[in-house]
């Protein structure tokens, strides 16, 4: 929507900024993170599913999070003071 930024995907990285469109399907494997590294705020619109059942993975910091229960686990140890807020 506006600023400019990065879009990782899978290991690779492009640039991002304001008008440009990104949809991926829903699944395994497809992880991507927005990094804002300009001087303004990078404002994005992120639309999604919550479906029942679904798992999300954070592949930097090896953890899974079970968004029906609310657990993080990392290697099958159940976290207590993780969030998937990048700015906590």
Wanted: charged share 35%; proline share 3%; aromatic share 6%.
């Amino acid at each position: 929507m506006r600023g400019a930024g990065r879009l990782r995907l899978n290991g690779r990285t492009v640039r991002v900024k304001a008008g440009d469109f990104f949809a991926k399907p829903a699944g395994r494997g497809i992880a991507h993170q927005f990094i804002n590294d300009g001087r303004k705020i990078l404002e994005i619109l992120d639309c999604g599913t919550n479906d029942c059942g679904d798992l999300v993975h954070y592949p930097d910091e090896g953890v899974i999070l079970d968004k029906d229960r609310r657990i993080a686990r990392k290697r099958k140890r159940m976290l207590t003071a993780w969030s998937a807020d990048p700015n906590e």
